[in-house]
Protein backbone atom coordinates (compact mmCIF):
# COMPACT_ATOMS: atom_id res chain seq x y z
CA UNK A 1 0.00 0.00 0.00
CA UNK A 2 1.18 3.43 -1.09
CA UNK A 3 -0.08 5.91 1.99
CA UNK A 4 2.17 8.88 0.19
CA UNK A 5 1.44 8.30 -3.41
CA UNK A 6 -0.28 11.50 -4.94
CA UNK A 7 -1.62 10.28 -8.17
CA UNK A 8 -4.16 8.06 -6.18
CA UNK A 9 -5.63 10.87 -5.43
CA UNK A 10 -5.82 12.59 -8.44
CA UNK A 11 -8.97 13.42 -11.01
CA UNK A 12 -7.75 12.62 -14.36
CA UNK A 13 -10.17 13.70 -17.50
CA UNK A 14 -10.73 12.86 -21.13
CA UNK A 15 -10.93 15.35 -24.16
CA UNK A 16 -11.52 15.44 -27.54
CA UNK A 17 -9.01 18.06 -28.91
CA UNK A 18 -10.23 17.76 -32.58
CA UNK A 19 -12.02 14.91 -34.11
CA UNK A 20 -12.31 15.76 -37.95
CA UNK A 21 -11.62 15.45 -41.77
CA UNK A 22 -9.70 18.01 -42.99
CA UNK A 23 -8.21 18.64 -46.55
CA UNK A 24 -4.87 20.82 -47.50
CA UNK A 25 -4.92 23.24 -44.83
CA UNK A 26 -3.51 24.69 -41.50
CA UNK A 27 -5.53 24.80 -38.23
CA UNK A 28 -5.42 25.08 -34.69
CA UNK A 29 -8.04 22.76 -33.19
CA UNK A 30 -10.11 24.73 -30.26
CA UNK A 31 -8.40 25.32 -27.35
CA UNK A 32 -9.79 23.36 -23.78
CA UNK A 33 -8.82 24.07 -20.07
CA UNK A 34 -6.04 21.60 -18.76
CA UNK A 35 -5.87 23.48 -15.01
CA UNK A 36 -2.30 23.01 -15.32
CA UNK A 37 -2.06 19.69 -14.81
CA UNK A 38 0.95 17.43 -14.09
CA UNK A 39 0.94 15.70 -17.13
CA UNK A 40 -0.92 12.86 -19.54
CA UNK A 41 -1.30 11.12 -22.65
CA UNK A 42 -1.96 12.34 -25.91
CA UNK A 43 -3.37 10.22 -28.69
CA UNK A 44 -3.43 10.85 -32.56
CA UNK A 45 -5.87 8.43 -34.58
CA UNK A 46 -6.04 9.16 -38.50
CA UNK A 47 -8.67 6.89 -39.51
CA UNK A 48 -8.58 7.32 -43.32
CA UNK A 49 -5.74 9.23 -45.59
CA UNK A 50 -6.42 10.14 -49.11
CA UNK A 51 -5.43 12.06 -52.17
CA UNK A 52 -1.61 12.05 -53.83
CA UNK A 53 1.04 12.20 -51.38
CA UNK A 54 -0.98 13.52 -48.16
CA UNK A 55 1.01 13.98 -44.68
CA UNK A 56 -0.22 15.67 -41.54
CA UNK A 57 1.96 16.73 -39.01
CA UNK A 58 0.32 17.76 -35.07
CA UNK A 59 2.05 19.67 -32.59
CA UNK A 60 0.05 20.18 -29.18
CA UNK A 61 0.78 23.47 -27.54
CA UNK A 62 -0.28 25.01 -24.15
CA UNK A 63 -0.59 28.46 -23.19
CA UNK A 64 0.00 29.83 -19.71
CA UNK A 65 -2.26 33.45 -20.45
CA UNK A 66 -5.88 32.37 -21.43
CA UNK A 67 -4.76 31.89 -24.98
CA UNK A 68 -2.48 35.12 -26.45
CA UNK A 69 0.75 33.59 -26.29
CA UNK A 70 0.65 29.50 -27.24
CA UNK A 71 4.05 27.43 -26.57
CA UNK A 72 4.67 24.22 -28.37
CA UNK A 73 4.49 21.12 -25.47
CA UNK A 74 7.95 19.29 -24.80
CA UNK A 75 7.30 15.88 -26.30
CA UNK A 76 3.91 17.26 -27.70
CA UNK A 77 4.76 16.42 -31.62
CA UNK A 78 3.63 13.44 -33.19
CA UNK A 79 5.35 11.68 -36.26
CA UNK A 80 3.98 13.05 -39.70
CA UNK A 81 1.08 10.60 -40.83
CA UNK A 82 0.92 9.60 -44.05
CA UNK A 83 -1.31 6.42 -43.83
CA UNK A 84 -4.02 5.46 -41.56
CA UNK A 85 -2.18 4.87 -37.90
CA UNK A 86 -2.11 5.38 -34.51
CA UNK A 87 0.20 7.04 -32.01
CA UNK A 88 0.58 8.43 -28.35
CA UNK A 89 2.45 10.72 -26.70
CA UNK A 90 3.38 10.96 -22.79
CA UNK A 91 3.50 14.83 -22.07
CA UNK A 92 4.94 16.40 -19.30
CA UNK A 93 3.41 19.48 -17.27
CA UNK A 94 0.83 21.10 -19.34
CA UNK A 95 0.07 25.21 -18.82
CA UNK A 96 -3.67 26.02 -18.34
CA UNK A 97 -5.04 25.76 -21.69
CA UNK A 98 -3.93 23.28 -24.73
CA UNK A 99 -4.41 22.76 -28.29
CA UNK A 100 -3.63 20.81 -31.30
CA UNK A 101 -2.20 23.01 -34.15
CA UNK A 102 -2.28 20.96 -37.61
CA UNK A 103 -0.94 20.62 -41.24
CA UNK A 104 -1.90 18.89 -44.05
CA UNK A 105 0.31 18.86 -47.28
CA UNK A 106 -0.33 16.87 -50.67
CA UNK A 107 -2.54 16.98 -53.99
CA UNK A 108 -5.61 17.44 -52.80
CA UNK A 109 -5.21 14.78 -49.88
CA UNK A 110 -7.51 14.38 -46.86
CA UNK A 111 -7.59 13.26 -43.96
CA UNK A 112 -9.89 11.72 -41.03
CA UNK A 113 -8.44 12.05 -37.47
CA UNK A 114 -9.07 12.36 -33.87
CA UNK A 115 -6.58 14.11 -31.19
CA UNK A 116 -7.38 13.05 -27.64
CA UNK A 117 -5.78 13.61 -24.24
CA UNK A 118 -6.26 11.88 -21.05
CA UNK A 119 -5.00 14.80 -18.46
Known sequence: ????????NQKTDSITIVNLTATA???SARQLTSGKKRG????????AVGGVGP?????LETSDDGGVNWY??????????TAVSRQVLTLGQLGADIRANYAI?????SISFTVRCIV
Open 72 to 81: PLPGGTFTAA
Open 55 to 59: SMTVV
Open 1 to 8: MFEDDARS
Open 40 to 47: GLAFLNVT
Open 25 to 27: SAA
Open 105 to 109: TGTTP
